[in-house]
Structures are given as structure tokens and as C-alpha cells.
């Protein structure tokens, strides 16, 4: 039998994530994922782990205010409130270029401290988020930070197939999935086009191009130097789209995810 077996989240783009028990979901998939994003403070260009990678170690989660409570070694703590439409920041995530509320200066001085340079922290709100890329799925799906899809999919035979080649064990969190799935053979979820975990049904409407991110350990932040998983994902999952790991998913439709609810593919 399918079922759930693993939940995350990553309230920060490219921040630490965290593991769930449960979750609601809203129309941009897991409450609270992605939206929260560093920019640079000249450009408003988005910042994550490929070129900052401490920003692995960079813990970002939900407060009971609504807002975010910053935190990483060396740092104080800082609760950053939910930002109004009073302070709108241009701001571009690869082809997309939006305004959206800056979380104000105490943030970026924090943030700025952190990564090295003037960093500003900025929401993503419901109603400005970003359309997913064109010619995928429906015309309407929407998406807040992530890079382009409100939910990744990974089997847990799929990453046990691929530590296996690369001959070590490799962390689920370097891949950055939103949800995975145990019970089914190894990269089944490349032919499953629909599927349903409780009362939510998901669409699947692309496989995941992966990057040289996924070599970054996510408790230490530091990159294997051999290049591992990427390089054995380049070995035997390349495609000219690039090496593919995981599905990304719309859902349709809002309710409560758990770990241990079964999974039913429908199509």
C-alpha cells in the first residue's frame, strides 16, 4: 500500500526545512511553504543556496504572531512581524517580477548580518502570487516562492535507488520535497499523472530538473566535493531537460495532510 511518510516544509526559500507531522494545505500548496524569500537589496534579485549556501543553515519558521522567527549559530534570534502592503519591494525569481511587502529594516540588517552583504526579506501574500510556468498544467495554477510549482514528490525507493548507486547513504532534505511517498517501486511517481492523499487530489505536471544545490548537506552546509548525488543523477537520469528527480505537483483543492495517510493514484 502507498502512503505519506515523510512532510516537509521550508518557510524560508532556500532556508532550513522542517519536518511535519501534519499540515494544512492552501492554494499554493503546504500552508506556509515558500513564502519567505532574501533578495539582494540593489537588484531585488532572489538569493538561495546555489550561490549562499550557508544559507542551509539558515533556520526561518512560523511564529505565533503569523510572521517568522529568524534564527542560525552565531546569531540572535529576531521575531520578524507579517508585513502590510504599506512597504512594496520589487523584487525578480527567475523570469518573474513582482512587488510584494519588505519585512522592514530590523529584518534586513539581520538578514544583511547573516549573509554578508545589503539582503532585504520580503512576503509572498495569496493574492500576489506568481503564476507556474506556461505550457504545464492549468493556465490559473499559482505558486509563492518556489521555483516554479507549489508541491515537489519524491518515493522513498527513488532516493534508496540512487543512494544505492552512489554507494552512501544521502539525506531526503538535500532534494527539498514537500512530500514523500513509501510503498511503491523505485521513480514510480514518473508515470502517475494524478493521485489523491486523503480528501486532496493532486496533479502531477512535471518532473523536477535537479541542480548543483542537491550537493549541499543540509546539516553542515558544506558541498561534497565528489559532487554526489548530482553527479549520479547526471549519470542515469539526465534527459535534455536535465536530471530529473521527483514530480512537481499541483493540488486541487485545500484540506489536511498526515503521515501515514494512504495514497491512491488515479491516473
Known amino acids: 500500500m502507498l502512503r505519506l511518510s515523510a512532510l516537509y516544509r521550508y518557510p524560508l526559500k532556500s532556508g532550513k526545512g522542517e519536518p511535519l507531522q501534519q499540515i494544512g494545505l492552501d492554494r499554493l500548496g503546504?500552508?506556509?511553504?515558500?513564502?519567505?524569500?532574501?533578495?539582494?537589496?540593489?537588484?531585488?534579485?532572489?538569493?538561495?543556496?546555489?550561490?549562499?549556501?550557508?544559507?542551509?543553515?539558515?533556520?526561518?519558521?512560523?511564529?505565533?504572531?503569523?510572521g517568522l522567527t529568524l534564527s542560525s549559530p552565531g546569531h540572535t534570534a529576531l521575531d520578524v512581524a507579517l508585513p502590510g502592503d504599506d512597504g512594496l519591494r520589487g523584487v525578480t525569481i527567475w523570469r518573474d517580477t513582482l512587488r510584494v511587502p519588505d519585512a522592514g529594516d530590523a529584518a534586513a540588517a539581520w538578514v544583511s548580518a547573516f549573509i554578508g552583504k545589503p539582503t532585504r526579506l520580503v512576503h509572498m501574500p495569496l493574492e500576489r502570487a506568481r503564476f507556474t510556468e506556461s505550457g504545464y498544467g492549468q493556465d490559473d495554477d499559482q505558486v509563492g516562492f518556489a521555483d516554479g510549482y507549489p508541491l515537489l514528490l519524491i518515493g522513498q525507493a527513488s532516493l534508496d535507488?540512487?543512494?544505492?548507486?552512489?554507494?552512501?547513504?544521502?539525506?531526503?532534505?538535500?532534494?527539498r520535497p514537500n512530500l514523500v511517498i513509501e510503498g511503491a517501486e523505485a521513480f514510480a511517481e514518473d508515470g502517475w499523472k494524478r493521485l489523491r492523499i486523503g480528501d486532496?487530489?493532486?496533479?502531477?505536471?512535471?518532473?523536477?530538473?535537479?541542480?548543483?544545490?542537491?550537493?549541499?548537506?543540509?546539516?553542515?552546509?558544506?558541498?561534497?566535493?565528489?559532487?554526489?548525488?548530482?553527479?549520479?543523477?547526471?549519470?542515469?537520469?539526465?534527459t535534455e531537460k536535465g536530471a530529473m528527480f521527483g514530480q512537481n505537483l499541483v493540488n486541487d483543492g485545500i484540506g489536511r495532510l498526515e503521515i501515514g495517510m494512504p495514497v491512491t493514484v488515479l491516473e
Open 161 to 175: 535507488d540512487l543512494c544505492a548507486r552512489i554507494g552512501r547513504p544521502m539525506q531526503m532534505l538535500r532534494f
Open 30 to 66: 503546504v500552508d506556509g511553504d515558500r513564502r519567505w524569500m532574501l533578495v539582494d537589496e540593489a537588484s531585488g534579485r532572489f538569493l538561495t543556496q546555489r550561490a549562499v549556501a550557508k544559507m542551509s543553515q539558515l533556520s526561518a519558521l512560523w511564529n505565533s504572531t503569523g
Open 200 to 238: 486532496v487530489e493532486f496533479r502531477v505536471v512535471k518532473p523536477c530538473s535537479r541542480c548543483i544545490l542537491t550537493t549541499i548537506d543540509p546539516q553542515t552546509g558544506e558541498r561534497s566535493p565528489d559532487r554526489e548525488p548530482f553527479a549520479t543523477l547526471e549519470a542515469y537520469r539526465k
